[in-house]
């Protein structure tokens, strides 16, 4: 038993070295930090990681917006059904996405089941703060006339935004009309991209999260966005340096 304890504080001390900080943290320290932290830091630590992927000044050509949800509940599915209690709270999570770049320029979270064009409105604004984009791509969800007109008029971009068509009923609104007749299939296609980036966080990054409490719960959806994109980031260097590496040195030749 002593033997087993010295070779763990063995280890712990040799993972602490080699990371650079004096002692081991004690294992309670991440959630005290998670408790101490405001939501307001998230907004600028998403500001400082799409610094790492665009210049000054640089609009993004398309983003695409869509909502999905992380399950509250912390506990097994097989738990849930023995025991009768299923929790089927969960975290509405609205995000924008460059389809390029393939990185999360916005996010949206609620506790609370809202309306797609609710979080749109508020998630447009914000990404075009922090970075202007040229085409929003979103679902029929957020089809309306409001929000047409913010992003035309306000934004000053442009959206492609299926037209929701009822039998006997006249579509009201001339950007809604506008769209109907100019809708761009082609480019809609990209809007399958943020899908595609929910399957990857809840793959990676698990869809239930751990957090009991609804404010640390937030938090932890924030924390997944942001690590998708210092990940991509980094994944991003990689292949660039690998391409620098691999490529034949002509004056060398020569």
Known sequence: MNESLKNSHTHSDISAERIGIKHVPHFTTLHKFTNRISSFYFNSLLHQTLKLFYSHGERIPLVAIDSSGFTGGHCSYYYSVRTGKKRRSYLKTSIAVDVEKFIVTGFKISGKPVHDAKHATALLRQCHKRRKAD?????KGYDSEKIHTLINE?????????????????????????????FDEDIYHYRNLVETMFSVLKRKYREELRATKYSNQVKEVKFKLLIHNIDRAISVSIIIRVRISTEPCINHLL
Do not use: T
């Not at 085409?135 to 679902?139: A, F, K, N, P």
């Not at 934004?155 to 299926?162: D, G, M, N, V, W």
């Open 135 to 139: 085409c929003y791509l979103m679902d």
């Open 154 to 182: 306000e934004l000053k971009s442009e959206a492609i935004i299926p037209v929701r068509c009822r039998k006997r009923k006249k579509i009201k609104g001339k950007y809604r009309r506008k769209m109907r007749d100019e």
